[in-house]
């Protein structure tokens, strides 16, 4: 027994006669008429009797056209939820990002893909990148915003943009937070520094960037949450490097620095397991937020 024979047994039922079947199918009522005979002998029952020019669907072949209508339902379903159609995707989408870049860049392009595919069932995760590497490769998220570098010969990198890294110091007496200023290495020998775990995408550029300009930091804190970081920075705790656009706006209690001559950037990046099978809402959705955070 196949889907077929079932459609073709569903259009007599529907139809009544072969000949309006056969035309409703595009098949000969020879087709049809050889369809319901090897289901028939297939389910070793008769289903339909003759009666003047139509035929009568027998007990029997009322009961199959139950169980029919229910496979191809199902089968219809199926379909559907493995189909090719970002649009008729209802299946949950797992979506990761880091918090720094949730909050200040996100926003607004989020809102967007809520409008764009409003039947979608979107579900955000806030983690740091190396969790949403981790999150990609065992398909428990569909797309995640990394930080660079990821190194994963089993993962589609789409670069997006770059976001200066700034060094932040509590404000001294009567100062007020506002340009950047520009120190030298020297200056940050001995100070304390609240950074981000040793385990963290973060702290490598940040351990690669002190090995550049000679300096050797003192940690006396570790966090990562970009916030926690700010508010011990202006309670006065020690130094540290955070994100620009985690520092815009006024009223931060700090001061931002840069290196001379020393600029300290991060990329920012979508990323999605490689599979044989892409799903369809993933490329899509990716495309939307490449368009709107590379344009913005």
Do not use: C
């Amino acid at each position: 027994m196949d889907l077929r024979q079932l459609e073709v047994f569903l259009g007599v039922i529907d139809h009544r006669t072969v000949t309006r079947a056969s035309e409703k199918l595009y098949l000969s009522p020879g087709a049809v008429s050889l369809q319901l005979q090897n289901l028939a002998i297939e389910l070793k029952t008769q289903l339909f009797v003759r009666s003047g020019k139509n035929i009568v669907p027998t007990p029997a072949a009322i009961r199959l056209a139950t169980h029919a209508r229910e496979v191809l339902k199902k089968v219809k379903d199926l379909r559907q939820d493995f189909g090719n159609s970002a649009e008729l995707d209802r299946q949950p989408f797992h979506f990761a990002s880091g918090a720094t870049t949730l909050i200040y860049r996100l926003a607004g392009p989020l809102r967007n893909l809520r409008k764009r595919y409003p039947n979608a069932d979107v579900h955000i995760t806030v983690a740091p990148t190396e969790k949403i590497v981790a999150g990609l490769l065992d398909l428990h998220y569909d797309l995640g915003l990394v930080s660079l570098p990821v190194e994963n010969k089993d993962l589609n990198i789409l670069p997006l943009f770059e976001e200066e890294l700034v060094l932040i110091r509590p404000l001294h007496g009567a100062e007020r937070g506002g340009s950047v200023e520009t120190i030298t290495p020297s200056a940050l020998n001995g100070v304390p520094f609240l950074l981000f775990p040793p385990e963290s995408n973060m702290r490598t550029l940040f351990d690669r960037f002190f090995a550049e300009i000679g300096v050797q930091p003192r940690v006396t804190m570790e966090a990562d949450d970009t916030e926690v970081i700010k508010r011990m920075v202006e309670a006065g705790f020690g130094y540290s490097i955070l994100p620009q656009f985690a520092l815009s706006g006024r009223g931060g209690k700090y001061r931002k620095l840069r290196v001379a001559g020393k600029r300290l950037v991060r990329h920012q990046a979508l990323a999605m397991a490689k599979t044989e099978y892409p799903r369809p809402l993933a490329t899509e959705i990716a495309a939307f937020l490449n368009l709107a955070l590379t344009t913005a």
